[in-house]
């Protein structure tokens, strides 16, 4: 645990903190509750880019894809699939744009769109709950395939997928990075291979494919309560965007020099994942129909038994362990990336509740242990339950940070910088953490019939919508006196000569370790500059710095130092 010394007098200022191994070597803490500095921003733009993506090789969308079109046939499916894409690909480039910016992750960023310190709190829970969720998808899913082609029975295949995870995340993007590049290449060929072998052998298929029905009472005709049902389990993937900037806030600083492969780095690994992601559940469409004859539309969307028909097509002799090869590579490439993110989530979560910090690799257990509870509860078998009330909530969350970003920040209702340190941040915001809570509350409640069959249907839209107009609303009603606490009084400029986020390192005076400029915040408890982490897990000084004589009062939006800190150009 992190070890805490300090002075019994309650007007002293603390004495030192140390933290133990696991949180202090940057290739295991990855610098999870923290500004990620330019010192540890090593890797290309491609590289980032493609450990991003590398995340993204879960077979969930398969068994998504396969279970909406098994449920609400071909053309609901198809309608279904493309709107939630269309919403999650527009949703994800202002996020993407900002956390790549101030080298956040979006636990940060949620803090500082409309949140507050606090209030990002309940959205650290939403967002681990995604990492669990989809970890025990797709730990389930490799579970199937080492049930089929290794008769290794499921509660046993359960605790193996969660185990062979492990070592792969403790040691976070130093070594992700290798292990997303190097199998990128063959999963990507694997993953095709049985679509080109269909069009060549059986290209009457696709066109049959248009008339698959599955359980559908509309049959493969277009259906709006499928549709919006469809839509609904598909948009529970809306989350997924914060997967995607836990890598991305790694990104170099963007510079004429770099600009268009930086620009192309975070469109194609942020909101560009649900191309992929879209086309994949299209695909597991196609293999459910595919299969239906041979297994049934009850298993036509377990990704090993599309795979193992996919590849029987021209590798009949090894189809079997050429897709159980094939699910087990996926499942390693997206359970790292959810049990990374979850460790990152639940850091941000527990740091703020407890004031203590035993290090990231601490919560990669505990996030693998809640996905494995629910994969021996056989989460698997409520997949479109499950994933249709998460999206309410999910969905509410990326809609109000979305909304400080792309209409509050440009009409100047909030701050146009991302402030994320608890020293200068309100505890609550009601403006992003209200809009939240008002969303998901009418959404869910649609979506347990409140409203009728059309609003149940199209619950995760109502609380997208919700958000949008809630966030702009409540900015207006508090005039954005919630977003800023108090000023910047640090003497070191937030730029570097280069017009870039200063790389100055100061000593922390807590931890007396050098930090760069951008997580660092002056402290009148301690008297001197403190980390942010330091800030977080004091819990002697009462928030003395904006609730003492040093309160400076109400903060304005367009406060001069902290608007030159804006960081990279747009």
Known sequence: ??????????????????????????????????????????????????????????????????????????????????????????????????????SIDMDLLTRGAGFGYLGSTLTSVVYASFTFIFFALEGSIMAQALELGLHIPLALGYVICSLVILPLVVHGMTALSRMQVWTQPVWLVLMVAPFVSIAVQEP???????????????????????????????????AQIGEQVDYLRFMPDKTPENSGRWWAAVLGAGPGWVVL????????????????????????????????????????????????????????????????????????????????????????????????????????????????????????????VVADLVINKPLRLSPSYIEFKRAHLYHFNPVGFGSMLIASAVSIAAYFDAFGAYAKAFSPFIALFLALVLSPLLAVLTKGRYYIARADDLPEPLLGADGLPSAAVLTCTVCATGFERPDMAGCPFHRGAVCSLCCSLEKNCHDRCKTGTGTPGPVPLDMPVLRAGDGPAA
């Open 1 to 102: 645990m992190t070890e805490i010394v300090e002075n019994q007098a309650p007007s002293a200022p603390p004495g030192s903190r140390s933290y133990n191994d696991w949180a202090r070597k940057d290739t295991l803490e990855d610098y999870s509750l923290r500004y990620a500095p330019k010192s540890f921003r090593r890797w290309t733009p491609y590289v980032v880019a493609t450990t991003a993506l590398g995340g993204i090789a879960y077979l969930a969308d398969f068994a998504i894809g396969g279970s909406i079109a098994v449920a609400h046939g071909f053309s609901s499916a198809l309608v279904a699939i493309l709107a939630a894409a269309v919403v999650v690909f527009l949703t994800g480039i202002p996020i993407s744009y900002y956390s790549a910016k101030y």
């Open 204 to 238: 009457g298929k696709f066109a049959e494919f248009t008339r698959f029905a599955g359980d559908s009472p509309t049959g493969s005709a277009l259906g709006m309560l499928g549709v919006g049902a469809g839509a609904g389990v598909a948009l529970s993937l809306i």
């Open 277 to 400: 992601g879209a086309l994949k559940q299209i695909g597991g469409a196609f293999l459910a129909f595919y299969i239906a004859g041979s297994v049934g539309l009850g298993k036509a969307d377990e990704p090993i038994r599309q795979y193992v028909h996919g590849f029987g097509t021209f590798a009949a002799p090894v189809a079997l362990g050429l897709a159980t090869f094939f699910v087990i590579l996926s499942q390693i490439k997206i359970n790292s990336t959810n049990a990374y993110s979850g460790s990152l989530s639940w850091s941000n979560f527990f740091s703020r509740l407890t004031h203590r910090h035993p290090g990231r690799v601490v919560y990669i257990f505990l996030n693998v242990g809640v996905a494995l509870a629910l994969m021996e509860g056989g989460v698997f078998g409520l997949l479109n339950t499950v994933l249709g009330f998460y999206s309410n909530v999910a969905i509410a969350w990326i809609g109000a």
